[in-house]
DNA sequence: AACATTTGACCTCT
DNA sequence: AGAGGTCAAATGTT
């Protein structure tokens, strides 16, 4: 299990590339130049906890039904965190996330973020995604996601929550050479991090970026606090794209002082 | 006022 | 018993 997770130690050198990733129920998709790949386990049961009983547990007498299926369809992803500021969240994936909540993991030095589709009460959107730093690598991501998205599918939902649909596909088009699927038929199952180091686009991107940032998702709620979706994915892939280059540089960004006595170089 | 995040407590599973 | 996962109240922001 453990080995599923810490094999990255060639790939990481390339986490500056980001690819477009589709994940894939019933076998592990790996990307290891792209520098993000998915991990999907779909096992059998996928069972998830019933939502009618959430009540805290307290008196009443049913009891909670929260199993732990850790292999119930579940997919992993990496991603490399942002260089540009928001290092503690995760890039956005057109989805929009509520933070419920937050653990330390014994053995990891960050915490694990629990977040859950914010339609989950519309739509009884069963999507959750567990978001983890890497303590091997502060500077990757893993996003374990749990569940399929229904919320695009209720007529009333939100219409679909893609990131940057032409930086997107221009990117992704470039980056693999591949159209996105078709949203119809993969649904909630593709992550759009449609973000590349452009081999040439590594120096223009602010430009691109800056209109339509991947808050596309915005169904509504979401909009509020623009945390969850906003963020420009050019920048982003520029930034990790110059993070592979000058290193230096983008740690700082990050961790102004306080990066660890492992000096670069 | 509504909604998202934060934080602590509780519960279930291993 | 420990660890992991979730809920709920409180708090903050828009």
């Not at 260089?83 to 694990?112: A, C, H, V």
């Not at 589709?117 to 991501?141: E, G, I, M």
Request: glycine share 12%; with cysteine; proline share 8%.
């Amino acid at each position: 299990m453990e080995t599923l997770l810490h094999q990255t130690p060639g790939v990481m050198a390339e986490r500056s590339a980001l690819g477009l990733i589709e994940s894939k129920v019933g076998g592990g998709l790996q990307m290891g130049s792209g520098g993000l790949f998915i991990e999907s386990s779909s096992r059998s049961d996928a069972q998830a906890m019933d939502p009618s009983d959430s009540g805290r547990g307290s008196s009443s007498s049913s009891k909670r039904p929260r199993k732990r299926n850790d292999d119930a369809g579940k997919r992993t992803v990496r991603v490399p965190a942002q260089l540009f500021g928001n290092t503690e969240i995760p890039p956005e994936d057109g989805f929009t996330w509520r933070k419920y909540g937050q653990k330390e993991i014994l053995g990891s030095k960050f915490p694990r973020a629990y977040y859950r589709c914010t339609h989950q009460n519309l739509y009884h959107c069963p999507a959750k995604k567990q978001v983890q730093r890497l303590d091997d690598d502060p500077f990757q991501f893993e996003v374990v996601y749990r569940g399929e998205h229904t919320c695009h599918m209720s007529d009333t939902a939100p219409s679909f929550p893609r990131p940057a649909p032409g930086i997107a596909q221009e990117m992704a088009q470039a980056m693999i050479g591949q159209p996105p699927p078709s949203a119809a038929t993969s649904l909630g199952r593709w992550v759009d991090f449609s973000l590349g180091p452009g081999g040439s686009a590594g120096s223009s991107s602010s430009s691109m970026a800056a209109g339509s940032s991947g808050g596309a998702a915005g169904p509504s709620t979401g909009g509020r606090y623009g945390k969850e979706a906003d963020y420009p994915i050019a920048e982003l892939a520029d930034a990790m794209f110059n993070s592979g280059s000058s290193s230096t540089n983008s740690m700082e960004l990050i961790f102004p002082g306080d990066q660890p006595s492992d000096k670069n170089n």
